[in-house]
């Protein structure tokens, strides 16, 4: 267990997590990641249905419907696994495709078989949110009609999608007649088109989706539009949110791992530049950081993992807020502390902190900014 964001992991959570960490390690570490961000390909399949075998995309899903947790709380779980992914820069669909397989499961037996396949690992998904309750400002949003035949016709664009360039299932939050609507579409459907984005972050593959007059039946809508709807939506921002953090925390620890044996090692003046008192307070003050961050993400999914969708569990809901508010400017602090500690060598392309810090930097605003998160903590909890 490299990163330990649980403080106290049970013998079964311990084997998931050195079961992850060997896996990771074995079959995409970080040359491997970035051999993979050099070339044009996405994840092989045998990756992902390897890590489906682990249950990476069945924490968040009854044992009914194929998945399962080790200690009770699927997202405890999966955001334990999201640090340890978050440590090596794993890519692919983690995030997305945790909180659509946790959507999907709350439908019941009927979209069995595609639930089925994403645990797996044999599908993959994510999930088409854009601007929606302002979560990313500037990335479009998809407007759903009637078209009369008791179908929807979905159109606009959307940027920013997580993953999306190697996806073939989208969960799509859209603005619809009747409220907020989520549809399940797939990325082959006759109107939709998907590009891949450059991004700050070379390890992900990001895209744009592109909705032209796509018609899908009723069928294709996930719970009741509206009221219900935005509860289901406010519960996935909170576990994209809690999630998200902890992929951060992962690459905060490992980041300030590789800092602090730099100062061991680094000799300057004749002695390790770790053992001159600007540096030691500097790795110390981070490294406090680090422990605040690896608490609040930990306390976080412990409590929102205990509600069910669309609870609206309100300690879970707050504390996923502050989490995401908390780490996104922590983890972008402690790379810029980082870089002072590396000096010139850390700016360069062959030095693995530059894909850290790209990494922290593309978390930081997904699925909503500190700024956002903060301001809907302080909605709930009534300070203006």
Request: include cysteine; hydrophobic fraction near 45%; glycine fraction near 14%.
């Amino acid at each position: 267990m490299s990163v330990g964001l649980l403080a106290s992991a049970t013998p079964e959570q311990e084997l998931l997590l050195d079961s992850s960490a060997r896996f990771i390690e074995r079959t995409m570490p970080l040359p491997s990641v970035r051999e993979l961000a050099a070339g044009s390909g996405g994840v092989d399949a045998r990756y992902l249905e390897a890590a489906g075998s682990l249950g990476w995309f069945g924490m968040l899903v009854g044992e009914e419907h194929g998945g399962g947790t080790v200690s009770g709380n699927g997202l405890l779980d999966a955001a334990a696994v999201a640090a340890e992914r978050g440590a090596v820069l794993q890519p692919g669909s983690f995030v997305a495709a945790n909180v659509v397989a946790h959507l999907l499961a709350a439908e019941g037996p009927r979209h069995g078989g595609t639930l089925a396949r994403l645990v797996a690992g044999r599908a993959r998904a994510t999930w088409v949110v854009g601007d929606v309750a302002g979560l990313t400002p500037g990335a479009g949003a998809i407007v759903a009609g009637e078209d009369g035949a008791g179908g929807f016709r979905l159109a606009g664009d959307v940027r920013h999608v997580p993953d999306a360039a190697d996806c073939d299932l989208l969960v799509v939050a859209a603005r619809g007649p009747r409220g907020l609507t989520q549809f399940l579409v797939t990325a082959d459907t006759p109107g939709v088109q998907v590009r891949r984005m450059t991004s700050l972050d070379i390890t992900r593959r990001p895209g744009a989706v592109r909705f032209h007059d796509v018609r899908v039946g009723a069928d294709a809508v996930l719970g009741a539009p509206g009221d219900a709807t935005a509860a289901r939506f406010e519960h996935q921002v909170g576990t994209a949110a809690v999630l998200t953090a902890a992929e951060s925390v992962g690459a905060m620890h490992r980041d300030l791992g590789a800092a602090v044996e730099y100062a061991r090692t680094r000799i300057a003046f004749g002695r390790p530049i770790g053992s001159f008192q600007a540096v030691k307070h500097l790795l110390a003050d981070l490294s406090l950081s680090l422990e605040m961050a690896k608490a609040v993400v930990a306390a976080a999914a412990e409590s929102l993992g205990s509600g069910a969708l669309g609870s609206g569990a309100r300690d879970g809901m707050d504390l996923a807020h502050a989490a995401k508010a908390f780490v996104a400017e922590q983890g972008v602090e402690l790379a810029h502390g980082c870089f002072q500690v590396f000096g010139g060598v850390g700016y360069t392309w062959e030095h693995d902190h530059h894909l850290f810090m790209r990494r922290l930097a593309a978390d930081a605003v997904a699925f909503g900014s500190a700024q956002w998160h903060r301001g809907r903590l302080g909605e709930r909890i009534g300070v203006g």
